[in-house]
């Protein structure tokens, strides 16, 4: 064997979940990855492959064997290993049996702890294909895999039942077992067009061969950008360039999930369908059917569609024909629900909410709409908004949730009360209010357009984070199935990214007063924490240094605008040549008003007290600083720190020439309240001690 070899190991299984074969191949490149490095073993390039029905592992030039390595042994300490005469004691004698030599062979090892005997032995390292299968099978056991199964009689588990295992080492197979197969050199090609087994000579011929002898693209990348490019080529071919397929990324990591060898087809459907709205019609394409829609160059959807196959038939045209049959019954059911579900109004629908369980302790979503009522209401008047449209909105928010539309198609909820709102003549703010209030639906989603929707979006999830909290149903390590960790990101996203200046605790101290009796008492406290933990995450994730977010949230401020706000002036100020001279000032204030440990009798400033230049300069300059502030709006912080930041010159001054606790306790009280008031002006932004 020579230096290096290349690695490969494959666990082909049943069908995997498509969304989650990327995770799945980076996780096992990751810890394979990690192994090597742990035992010192070099590599090249690597490179993963996940198709429906294999995970595989591809690594070049892996070394052979580990390097030697110098192994020291330390024994007793010198002192204790030779008598006065130079001769070993029986601990000495003892420790050289040990290391199985003689202790004329032993050496002196030596630090800054003192000297001892010790013995340096040369290990040779392990061949690497001795230790490849413990690292395989640890690198399997270690896939984020949320539960695991097991199949016949086998004990092991993984995601899917497993049928058969590669693990090469060059050309050699490594001998051992992984999730109850034994390895070998085999797998097999596409379920239809190559069923039979393939031998896999070498690990670098592995893609290859199943793409040349078993009709399967392995790498997924190179599958996802082949469907890709097959879909824009026959649209154009089909319909011309002005028509547009609309790639989901999500969609298209899961179609690529779905093929080995994809093949791309385009159908149609009836046009009468497109009278249906467009997110029903795109919804049964990519949610239902796994389809691609596609439209027009002015945005307008078309009665066409594009999708990925999974085979190359002889009659391309009876597997389109097959695909729009089942479009076209899915498209029918909907025209059914959208016809029907008209002819009863969003207002009418109200009472059946009564029915829907929002969750047992906190009664049926009729409760949690007459809440979102009164907490709409309550935000109408905060934001100047018109409450009777708010009222109106959040009354009929979760209408919907009581269609047959939405009972098949559930991912359309708040989508078909828009639709449906409008054609019971709402106002079109209550309208768009009702689709609204569901976003953002997830990390990065637009936020709701218009300042209505945004209230409903705040109440819909401040009154579940405050029941959930109320019933102590709090998220626990990855658990949270009420999405309140999503919920509380909403929450911060719309109040900030609309900048809505509003009290969260108020806000929550409101909501939990509409709940009437909750179980937990600390619930406004509490779950204002939990956003605000949020926030913090949120700002690490955008680059706020910790001491920055610290040196605001000092301030116990509970509005997350002008959390922000403060924010973007602490940042401002920390640019400023001033700021680190202002900082250790703050900082060194801070201490000397702590340790003083005085209270004071008074906290008026006397001018008579001075006994220094320098006490007359910093006491002129907090005046004239304070005046100029007062003429900036509340939420001027940046223009605030600017100004506090021309404090500099008679801090310094003030500080080289007098000694704050001097013995006489009444000009000692003076220069304190002198600095509680520089403190106090810097406190009205943030501690900006903390700092430092």
């Known amino acids: 064997m020579s230096r290096h070899e290349d690695f490969l190991l494959e666990i082909q299984t049943e069908e995997l979940p498509p969304k989650v074969l990327t995770s799945l191949g980076t996780a096992l490149k990751q810890e394979m990855e990690k192994h090597l490095q742990k035992a010192n073993l070099s590599h090249g390039a ?20 580990q390097a030697a390595q110098m192994v020291e042994r330390k024994g007793p300490a010198l002192n204790a290993a030779y008598d006065k005469e130079g001769k070993p004691t029986p601990a000495c004698l003892g420790f050289a049996r040990s290391c199985g030599v003689s202790p004329e062979q032993l050496t002196i090892l030596k630090n800054q702890g003192g000297e001892w005997v010790g013995y340096v032995e040369k290990m040779p390292g392990k061949p690497t294909i001795a230790l ?24 092991e588990s993984f995601i899917r039942p497993v049928h058969s295992a590669i693990l090469l080492f060059g050309k050699n197979v490594v001998e051992t077992n992984l999730i109850g197969q034994h390895a070998d050199r085999l797998t097999s090609g596409h379920r239809f067009h190559h069923p039979a087994s393939l031998k896999i000579s070498q690990p670098k011929n592995y893609a290859s061969t199943l793409e040349k002898k078993g009709w399967v693209i392995a790498n997924f990348a190179k599958r996802r950008t082949l469907i890709h490019q097959q879909a824009q080529a026959l649209v154009r071919e ?73 085979i190359e038939s002889k009659d391309l045209s009876r597997v389109v024909l097959g695909n729009e049959r089942v479009l076209k019954a899915r498209l029918s059911d909907a025209a059914f629900f959208y016809e029907t579900d008209r002819k009863q109004s969003l207002e009418n629908r109200g009472a059946a909410l009564k029915g829907i369980i929002f969750q047992a302790k906190l009664g049926t979503l009729d409760d949690k709409t007459q809440r979102l009522i009164r907490l709409a209401q309550y935000l109408a ?9 708010a009222i109106r909105a959040a009354q ?99 109040l900030i990214e609309k900048q809505l200046d509003l009290d969260l605790l108020v806000l929550l101290n409101h909501a939990v007063s509409y709940y009437g009796n909750l179980e937990n008492k600390e619930t406004a406290v509490q779950v204002l924490r939990f956003v605000l933990d949020r926030l913090k995450g949120l700002y690490q994730e955008q680059g706020v240094e910790p001491q920055v977010f ?94 506090l930041s021309k404090l500099r010159t008679p801090i310094d001054h003030f500080f080289d020439q007098v000694m704050v606790m001097t013995e006489d306790r009444k000009v000692r009280e ?6 509680n008031h520089l403190r106090a002006l810097f406190l009205r932004v943030a501690d900006i001690a903390l700092l430092k």
């Open 46 to 65: 690597s490179q993963y492959y996940a198709t429906p029905r294999r995970l595989a592992l591809f690594i070049e030039k892996v070394a052979a064997e």
């Open 132 to 155: 490849l299968p413990a690292m395989a099978q640890q690198a399997l056991a270690a896939l984020p895999i949320p539960k695991r199964m097991r199949w016949g009689s086998n004990t």
């Open 238 to 310: 089909k319909l011309g360039e002005q028509a547009k397929i609309i790639f989901q990324d999500d969609l298209l990591d899961e179609v690529t999930g779905l093929v080995e060898w994809p093949v791309a087809i385009c159908g149609h459907f009836d046009k009468h369908f497109l009278n249906l709205p467009k997110e029903v019609l795109i919804s049964s394409m990519q949610d239902h059917q796994r389809y691609f829609p596609i439209e027009d160059a002015q945005g307008k959807l078309l009665a066409h569609f594009v999708a990925a196959i999974n």
């Open 381 to 389: 008047k905060e934001l100047k908004e018109n409450e009777a449209l």
């Open 396 to 494: 009929l928010a979760k209408a919907d949730l009581t269609t047959g539309m939405v009972g098949e198609f559930p991912e359309l909820q708040g989508v078909m009360g828009f639709y449906y709102a409008l054609h019971d003549k709402e106002n079109p703010a209550v309208a768009q209010a009702i689709v609204d209030h569901y976003r953002p639906r997830f990390s990065g989603d637009v936020l709701p357009q218009e300042k209505l929707g945004c209230l409903i979006a705040l109440a819909d999830r401040i009154d579940t984070l405050v029941g959930v909290f109320g019933i102590n149903q709090n998220p626990t390590g990855d658990k949270d199935p009420f999405g309140l960790r999503r919920a509380a990101l909403g929450v911060l996203r719309i």
């Open 550 to 643: 610290a040196a605001v949230m000092a301030m116990n401020v509970s509005s997350p605008y002008d959390i922000y706000q403060r924010m973007l002036a602490v940042q401002a100020f920390k640019k400023l040549p001033e700021a680190e001279a202002l900082t250790l000032a703050n900082k060194r204030v801070s201490n000397i008003l702590a340790q003083s440990g005085e209270k004071f009798s008074h906290h008026q400033i006397d001018s008579s007290l001075f006994e220094n230049e320098a006490e007359k300069e910093l006491a002129q300059a907090l005046e004239a600083t304070e005046a100029t502030i007062k003429t900036y709006t509340s939420a001027q912080y940046t223009l605030v720190m600017i100004e």
């Open 670 to 675: 003076n220069r304190l309240i002198l600095l």
